[in-house]
Nanobody
Framework: VQLQASGGGLVQAGSSLTLSCAAS????????MGWFRQAPGKEREFVAG????????SYADSVKGRFTISRDNAKNTVYLQMNTLKPEDTAVYFC?????????????????WGQGTLVTVSS
């Protein structure tokens, strides 16, 4: 599968941003999808996940209530709506595809990665 993430940029704290990830090459609608992020000098961490049907979502505590993950299986695309951004949200954001119907929270267990898109939040 190929995952192409887009939508990153430089924004001020309190702003909103939407990331998109377009998938090709593997049956998109059969697999869980998610977003991870990696800040400079830190390990990659889980941000949000969504099941194959979109019926269930999960979030890291640090983004719960501010970020929303969604997917459009007809467009083979997963989204991450990020509201009330904080400087600590600054990171490279990666979309990911699971091996199964549910996204893991463990980076080592991800099936495929996108190339990453940089989000920088200024204070």
């Amino acid at each position: 599968v190929q995952l192409q993430a887009s939508g990153g940029g430089l924004v001020q704290a309190g702003s909103s941003l939407t990331l998109s990830c377009a998938a090709s090459g593997r049956t998109f609608s059969s697999y869980g999808m998610g977003w991870f992020r990696q800040a400079p000098g830190k390990e990659r961490e889980f941000v949000a996940g969504i099941t194959w049907s979109g019926g269930s979502t999960s979030y890291a505590d640090s983004v719960k209530g501010r970020f929303t993950i969604s997917r459009d299986n007809a467009k083979n695309t997963v989204y991450l709506q990020m509201n009330t951004l904080k400087p600590e949200d600054t990171a490279v954001y990666f979309c990911a595809q699971a091996f199964g119907q549910v996204m893991t929270v463990t980076p080592k267990r991800v099936a495929s990665w996108g190339q990453g898109t940089l989000v920088t939040v200024s204070s």
